[in-house]
């Protein structure tokens, strides 16, 4: 069965300083996808980044950066300097390929940064 | 481009009553998806349309629930009667592709329920 570990509810940090959220995941399955969405205040999720179970190159995107290590089962996803703006609750997410584009979330992890 | 629609974006109801929430998907996505989000968690598939078909309501309760995607676009989904359980947040997504694990789900901003 699917599961997805967030095992961090709440983090705060302040402005500029670097924050890092994880992410554990549980699969049978030898192809899968995994993805981060932030869900802001406004309450829409908005997609962050995917990445299937055959790339395990890390990636970064500005101040993002994601780093999969299937090895311990890990999506951990990294802010650099954060912003006001990055407050939000994020959410990972798994998804097995195979004919159901079903998404598993975890719990989230809320993320509070302070001016 | 608009984005996945939904209304009402908030709904108060006292118990036992019925109440209906709506999605525009993206235009194009041909896969319309239902999530129930409680406090504190995360999404929670309850329906996935390909087209006019459900081909996923596994989690869908449905003695209380249904919905309904006419013409393979907007979509319904209704609670009759409502009970202080459900009170959450209803979100609707749409995405371009239907089996596949790999696709990305565009997600409204959500309908919160409260039921009283």
């Known amino acids: 069965a699917q599961k997805v570990t967030q095992a961090q509810t709440e983090i705060s940090v302040v402005e500029k300083e670097d924050v890092t959220l994880d992410c554990v995941y549980e699969?049978?399955?030898?192809?899968?996808?995994l993805f981060w969405y932030k869900q802001p205040p406004s309450g829409e999720l908005v997609f962050l980044i995917r990445?299937?179970?055959?790339?395990?190159q890390n990636e970064i995107s500005g101040r993002y950066s994601w780093n999969f290590q299937k090895s311990t089962s890990s999506f951990n996803f990294t802010i650099t300097a954060s912003q006001v703006v990055d407050s939000a609750v994020y959410f990972c997410a798994l998804s097995e390929a195979g004919g159901a584009n079903n998404l598993f979330f975890g719990t989230g992890t809320r993320l509070t940064v302070i001016p | 481009e608009a984005g996945v629609v939904q209304s009402p974006r908030y709904k108060i109801i006292e118990k036992k009553q019925p109440v209906a929430f709506w999605c525009n998907p993206i235009?194009?996505?041909?896969?319309l998806y239902w999530y129930l989000q409680n406090l504190g968690q995360g999404p929670e598939l309850l329906i996935r349309y390909e087209n006019e078909e459900a081909v996923d309501d596994s989690q869908l309760p449905k003695d209380r629930f249904s919905a309904e995607r006419l013409k393979g676009v907007d979509s319904t989904l209704k609670i009759q009667p409502a009970e202080l359980g459900d009170s959450a947040v209803y979100l609707c997504?749409?995405?371009?592709?239907?089996?596949?694990?790999?696709?990305?789900?565009?997600f409204g901003a959500g309908s919160r329920l409260t039921v009283l």
């Open positions: 699969t049978r399955d030898t192809t899968y996808y």
């Open positions: 990445r299937n179970s055959f790339d395990e």
């Open positions: 997504a749409s995405s371009q592709e239907g089996d596949s694990g790999a696709n990305v789900l565009t």
């Open positions: 235009s194009g996505h041909n896969t």
